[in-house]
């Protein structure tokens, strides 16, 4: 909005150029996010706090400690990372981008999802919210109506490509069923966020190192004199989303500020089901989604973990980890929180540096 309002007068006032540049724009989102929080989260939470008695349900077949520390922690944090994340997105963005549109659209999609999840859980006081068929179903739909429009969105061949990282000149091309990859691909990251969201500060630091990755990437991919470069696949138009990404960054440090240990709120499904969704939708926009499962191998990692723990317990009655998501068997291990959450944290960090290495490798 800020942007519409300062375009016409940016020739005759040096201020209002600034409102020309994509990394003003997106520093000021980040801010405008963070400042946002910080203003809100007091009164959110405790409004939070006065509505949900019992906190968050608890698993009891959980670390028994959870059961201790975290019982009474209210949840929906969500909300808060999604109004700042929101509004200050649509303050500094240019309003005639129909991809910002879009991953706006997948975000708040996936979020209005995890907060029926949440409020169900609330209602019943169990962890089990909605049913595990309806809420994929309502993820697939979401995904698909998206991939749909991404693919509408982007010009030439590409629209219907995956891209290879390091193999610069390499598209697979996926045709009609691109729609159907795109929706996987913003489903898998909602989930895999979803179950890293375990330990205070687990997801959210990840989602912002993974924003701040593809802040970087899609400013790169959205500037054709970049692109060409570094060798990379233009795209047009995603020049748009590192505001957005800078508003997610500023957004989550807001969130996490009340999410350190030990946590004040958590974020519960609002939040994971919608930041997995928005760094799914930036991956497919910029077409950088094999990307995506490098610097957020984190989250495929705690994915993987659910995936062989569930596989192999049907088959033989035996587990392979003390207790699944990763995480929690480290809990199990007797390893403390914040270890866990800091080391995973250093993983991410260095997964985050071996994916902006894909961008000069060609």
Known sequence: MLYDLARPFANQFILFNLFRYITFRSGAACLTALVVSFILGPPLIRWLKSKQTNGQPIRDDGPER??????????????????????????????????VWAVIFVTL???????????????????KGISPRAKLLAQMLIGLVAGV????????????SLTIPVFKDVLIPLGIMFPLFAML??????NAVNLTDGLDGLAIVPT????????????????????????????????????????????GLGFLW????????????TGSLALGGALGAVAVATKHEIVLMITGGLFVVETVSVIIQVFWYKRTKRRIFLMAPLHHHFEKKG???????????????????VGLATLKIR
């Open 66 to 99: 959870h059961l201790i520390e975290k019982k009474g922690t209210p949840t929906m944090g969500g909300v808060l990372i999604l109004f700042a994340l929101t509004i200050s997105t649509l303050l500094w963005v240019d309003l005639r981008n129909a991809y």
């Open 109 to 127: 999609g996936y979020g209005a999802l995890g907060f029926a999840d949440d409020y169900r859980k609330l209602s019943r006081q169990n962890h």
């Open 149 to 160: 429009w991404l693919m509408l969105l982007t010009k030439g061949e590409l629209a219907t």
């Open 185 to 190: 691909v913003m489903l898998g990251a909602s």
């Open 208 to 251: 912002i190192i993974c924003a701040g990755v593809f802040a970087l990437i899609a400013y790169l991919v959205g500037n054709r004199i970049f692109a060409d470069y570094l060798q990379l696949n233009p795209v047009p138009g995603v020049g748009e989303l590192p505001v957005f990404c800078g508003a997610l960054i500023g957004a």
């Open 258 to 269: 009340f999410n350190a240990p030990p946590a004040a709120v958590f974020m519960g499904d």
């Open 335 to 353: 390893w403390s929180e914040p270890t866990i959450v800091i080391r995973f944290w250093i993983i991410s960090m260095i997964l985050a540096l």
